[in-house]
Every structure is written in C-alpha cells, then in structure tokens.
C-alpha cells in the first residue's frame, strides 16, 4: 500500500510539474497589403547581402567594417546579448535542487532560551537539500520568457548593427556632398574674382557704371561665404563618422567625388509579409511579446501551492575527536505553500501581465506598420529623386551654358550686366542642387536597405550566400 502511494504521489507530482498555466504563444499574423508601391519586382534577391558593396566604394567599405568593429553602441547591445544568455542560464537553473553544506562549531552554556548548569562544546557538519517542485509549469514559462529575451537581445545588436552601417553610409555621403559643394563654390568664387577684376578695370576707364562693379562685388561676396558654410559641414561630418567608427578623431581617405559614385540599379523590395521576417526590430519585438506573454503564466502558477522539498544528512558531537565516528544524522520533508487570502494581490499580479502584455503586442504592431511606412518611404524616394536628378542635370548643363553665353554676350556690348547676374546666380545655384539631389537618391538607397532589414548577415547567412553564388548557382538566390 505505501509503495501504491509513492507512485501515486510521483505521478501526480510529475503532471503538475508537466503541466503550464497561461496562454501559449501565438505568432501575429500579418493582415497589411499584399505588395508595396512602385516596386516593380516581389522577389527578395540581393536584399540581405552586403548591399554597401553596390556602391564599389573601397573607402566606403573600410569605414563600415570599423564601425562594426569599434563603435561603442555595437559593443552596449554585444554586452547586453551576453547578460541575456547569462539569465537564461540562471532561469534554467532555477528549476533544479539546490545543495549546500554547513560546518561548525561552538561553546556555551545555552541554547536559545535554555540554560545548562554548564558549558558543552558543539560541532556539526551537514549537507542541506532544498527543491521547490514547478508546479503548474512556473519554471517552465519562466525559462521561455528568458529564452525569448536572449533572442529578443540578438535582434537588438542586428537593429544597431543594421542603423549603424546605413548612419555610416549616410553619414559618408553628406561628406561627399558637402565636398562637392565646397569645389563647386571655390570653382565658381575663382571664376568671380577673375570677372571682378575685368569689371574693376572697365569701371576705372569709364567704360561701365558703378553698379556693374557694385553688383559683381555681391556675387563675387556670395560666393566666398558659402565656403566657409560647406567647410564647417565637411568639419561636422567627419566628426560624426569619427564617432561612428569608436573614435574622438578620424581622416577620411579620398574616395570617388559624389558624382562618380555608383547609383544602385532597381532594388527589389520583397513582400511586404517577409518584411516581418527580415526586419531585426520587428523581430525583436515580436520576442519580448513572446516573453512578456509567458510572464502570464508565471504569474498564475504563483495563485497556487507550490510544494518544498528540503533532506539533510549530516553528523554533530559535543567532541570534534568523534565527529567522523559519529553515526549519520538525516531528515527528509516536504511543505506545501499556498496563498489563502492576499487582497487580492496574486489576481492582480496576473492583471499586471495581461495588461503588459497588451502593451508589448501594440508595440509590435506599430514596429512593423512603421517598417511597412519606411519601406514605402524609401521606395516613394528612390522612384521620384531619379527623376529629379534627371532634371538637375539638365539644368545644371544649361545653367553652366547660359553663363558661358551670357558673359560673351555682354563683353560684345549686345546685354547688361543684370543678364550675366542672373545666369551666375542660376549655375551655382543649379549646380549645387544636383550636388544635393544626387547625396538624397544615394541616401535613399541607404534608407530602403535599412527599411528592408539588410545589410547584415549572420556566420551561417554568410555561409549559404556564398554557397548560392558559387557557379552554376543562380546569383543571389538568398533564404
């Protein structure tokens, strides 16, 4: 009959230690659009290899395998990975029994409130048993929650890594612009000296007015005081790749001009379904509301009893001589713990993660609907800044042109001045927008990799890549 009620007693134990309260996970389904606007191709190619490397910019392709390598918010979101799998650890070893020895000894003429007519020594020396059993599946939950926040933490260093290697390029592109429009000022004030001293001289003999030398002094002035401007940016700009890369300081190696550098053909932007797969912040938010949602059953099993079971083995002597020949003390015991009446606080403890849980499955929600809108962002960008640079292109051409014939027009006496002015001020102006229009199109690239979860690629991503694009494999057939 007693060996009946052991097993009995086992089994039980093992379904309430099998068993788990609260809601088991369930992924979200996506519920958006079945594409995204003006992407002309839904399949996910070249989307997740080093996209950085389209742009065949060697200089570029240096700064960013330092920022992976130096920057310190990099090394913040590696540090917090490793606490993350350092807690899983911890969880796991939660739902073990713990064992712990205890040894020493004492004199004195009492114990506790008991007085001796005279003083004895003391000496012991046990080992102590203590396991609380998982009922109802509490240490089970509370292990998938660890283990979701690990690969929650994961997907937070892919986030950083990912914005760090598009703030890396953006950050290098607003360099090139602002180069470029340095050049183009110093190109354009030289050009204004050399017309000023021609007007000074006319003006000497009397052969123009006043307000011709008044008016090439302005636009030789406006000139001049952009340099300054763009000197300061290139100053900015480099300060914040220096930051980027780990550094207080850092000089950037002379790559191509902003004009050379290499426009990417059509990217493809993918279904916007597999955007929820590919995007590391969607998917780091989607583990810390599988986590919080486990945190519901923890918070149930402790509505209930929970069962602690404690041995001992050990020795004691009033002698330490005949401690070791001492006979073997023991005890075995077992409590069980339950709450009766608490006001109510276990009902609302399992509220509180309800309620949070609630708030993680919103966050999640708004993470992907904001990658859906930076998607369709940067591809609304891409399309309408090729045309734009198209257009500045060709006002940049005419604009050069027109203050080419203007000057030739006006040294044969057939316009005014105010003529040449005009058509000055227009190819500076025109030649700096395309500097500017082709720095944003660059960039919108940057954006639409970023937007789509790209750029960064685990050892074994990194592995089927290459795999894939070995000959007689179809380039870029990526997961």
Known sequence: ????????????????????????FVKPVYTGPATFQYDSLTNDTIVNLRWWELFNDPVLDTLIIKALENNKNVMVAAARVEAARASLGYTKAEQWPSLNFNAGAGSGNSIGTVQFSSSTDRYFGFTQMNWEVGFW??????NESARAELLASEYGLRTVQIGLISEVATAYFTLLDNMKKLEISKRTLAA???????????????????????????????????????????????????????????????????FDQVVPMKVPAGL???LLLRRPDVRQAEEVYAAQNARIGTAEAMRWPSLNLTGLLGVASSSLSSLTSSGLGWSVGGTLLG???????????????????????????????????????????????????????????????????????YDKGQTSYLEVLESERQSFEAQLARSQTKAALLNAYVALYKALGGGWLTPAEEKAY????????????KK
């Open 272 to 274: 916007p379904s597999q």
């Open 192 to 258: 204004r000296d050399s017309s000023l001293r021609i007007i000074k001289a006319r003006f000497q003999y009397g052969i123009v007015p006043e307000i011709d030398l008044n008016q090439a002094q302005i636009q030789r002035a406006v000139s001049a005081a952009a340099i300054p401007v763009y000197e300061r940016n290139i100053a900015y700009s480099k300060n914040a790749l220096a930051v980027l890369l780990g550094k207080y300081s850092t000089d950037i190696p002379e790559g191509k001009s902003l």
């Open 1 to 24: 009959m007693k060996k009946i009620f052991v097993f009995l007693l086992a089994g039980m134990l093992l379904y309430l230690s099998g068993c788990k309260l609260g809601p088991d």
């Open 466 to 477: 290459q795999q894939n694009t070995q000959p007689g494999n179809s380039p870029g057939t």
């Open 137 to 142: 599946g509490k240490y089970r939950r509370m």
């Open 339 to 409: 709450p009766v009446f608490e006001f109510g606080k276990n009902k609302r403890r399992v509220e509180i993660e309800k309620a949070r849980t609630k708030e993680a499955l919103h966050n999640y929600e708004n993470v992907a609907m904001q990658a859906f809108k930076e998607v369709e962002d940067a591809l609304i960008s891409i399309h309408t800044l090729r045309k734009e640079l198209i257009a500045q292109q060709q006002r940049s051409v005419a604009a050069i042109n027109a203050e080419m014939l203007s000057y030739e027009r």
